[in-house]
């Protein structure tokens, strides 16, 4: 079992930063790999960057280059630091963890992979 609390996000104008932690509960931090997802309303949950327990990371198109996520695991906690920022980037943005097994790093773009997730923060950028 893990539990995931998040915790930044907040209102921010296009073109600045924010950084959301995710912080876990348990053992098995070091041995999952992590994710970030995002949902706007009426919308289905984009997938935005996943790290393995080994720090091979995986971005969507939509935010390469501009969003990184790192992760310490004497703090299990994973980071997703959002630069340049878009309105588009609007969103609930929530943390996920996992440990099944996988084949390929682009595995970890899908929610199924994932049994465990934080509760979710908002994330506004204006315009």
């Known amino acids: 079992q893990m539990q995931l609390v998040q915790s930044g996000g907040g209102l921010v104008q296009a073109g600045g930063s924010l950084r959301l932690s995710c912080t876990a509960s348990?053992?098995?931090?070091?041995?999952?790999?992590m994710g970030w997802f995002r949902q706007v309303p009426g919308k289905e949950r984009e997938f935005v960057t996943a790290?393995?327990?080994?720090?091979?990371?995986n971005y969507g198109d939509s935010v390469r280059g501009r969003f990184t996520i790192s992760r310490d695991n004497a703090k299990n906690t994973v980071y997703l630091q959002m630069n340049s920022l878009k309105p588009e980037d609007t969103a609930v943005y929530y943390c996920?963890?996992?440990?099944?097994?996988?084949?390929?790093?682009?595995?970890?773009?899908?929610?199924?992979?994932?049994?465990?997730w934080g509760q979710g923060t908002q994330v506004i950028v204006s315009s």
């Open positions: 996920a963890g996992g440990s099944r097994i996988y084949y390929r790093l682009s595995d970890l773009l899908s929610p199924q992979m994932y049994d465990y």
């Open positions: 348990g053992r098995t931090f070091s041995r999952s790999f």
């Open positions: 790290i393995t327990n080994s720090g091979s990371t």
